[in-house]
T-cell receptor, first 113, second 118 residues
Framework: DAGVIQSPRHEVTEMGQEVTLRCKPI?????LFWYRQTMMRGLELLIY????????DSGMPEDRFSAKMPNASFSTLKIQPSEPRDSAVYFCASSLRNTGELFFGEGSRLTVL | AQKITQTQPGMFVQEKEAVTLDCTYDTSDPSYGLFWYKQPSSGEMIFLIY??????QNATEGRYSLNFQKARKSANLVISASQLGDSAMYFCAMREAMFSGGYNKLIFGAGTRLAVHP
């Protein structure tokens, strides 16, 4: 079975550019999470969805960040405009209702120059 | 206040020995879940073990066991017979139930870096 699929795996961009990260959750999972990992702040929850509906976006750092889940098999995290401090690894994860663990994608490593 | 505290930034262990990674948590929710994840240098997050707050017995998964002490709010990970491949970052995480408005989001600790020496 395919796991959580993220793209791109690596992205290098210049400050001010728009960045779009993509995620395909595991089929049948009804929760989707976006996390950001940095050395300074560790793993931070940015936003999560339940049945495609955003439930909690209190972790989104600022208005430059936005996330959407137009259907059960696809989500995007967009940063516009990007800044060097956005450089991090962005993880997408999905889970099935209240049961057990989150399944993580391999992450998207973003570098903003 | 920190929800999940991992006080050991780094740990060393000799191959084949057991090691305990500490985790304490803070919640007023009666229903919660505790998780441990492993992150090797390649970066992926690998689920290791889960303990529910109402589980009577400590969880075990192969060489991994969770020393759950509810009254002390601790959920330490024990790795028996360490292997070189166990060298990685280890994260403790908690998922609160809906009573506190957690809605199943997973909150992670800062992690402990484990190095296994031959």
């Amino acid at each position: 079975d395919a796991g959580v699929i993220q793209s791109p795996r690596h992205e290098v961009t210049e400050m001010g550019q728009e960045v779009t990260l993509r995620c395909k959750p595991i089929s049948g999972h009804d929760y989707l999470f976006w996390y950001r990992q940095t050395m300074m702040r560790g793993l931070e929850l940015l936003i999560y969805f339940n049945n495609n509906v955003p439930i909690d976006d209190s972790g989104m750092p600022e208005d430059r960040f936005s996330a959407k889940m137009p259907n059960a098999s696809f989500s995007t995290l967009k940063i516009q405009p990007s800044e060097p401090r956005d450089s991090a690894v962005y993880f997408c994860a999905s889970s099935l209702r209240n049961t057990g663990e989150l399944f993580f994608g391999e992450g998207s490593r973003l570098t903003v120059l | 206040a920190q929800k999940i505290t991992q006080t050991q930034p780094g740990m060393f262990v000799q191959e084949k020995e057991a090691v305990t990674l500490d985790c304490t948590y803070d919640t007023s929710d009666p229903s919660y879940g505790l998780f441990w994840y492993k992150q090797p240098s390649s970066g992926e997050m690998i689920f290791l073990i889960y303990q529910g707050s109402y589980d009577q017995q400590n969880a075990t998964e192969g060489r991994y066991s969770l020393n759950f002490q509810k009254a002390r709010k601790s959920a330490n990970l024990v790795i028996s017979a360490s292997q070189l491949g166990d060298s990685a970052m280890y994260f403790c995480a908690m998922r609160e139930a809906m009573f506190s408005g957690g809605y199943n989001k997973l909150i992670f600790g800062a992690g402990t870096r484990l190095a296994v020496h031959p």
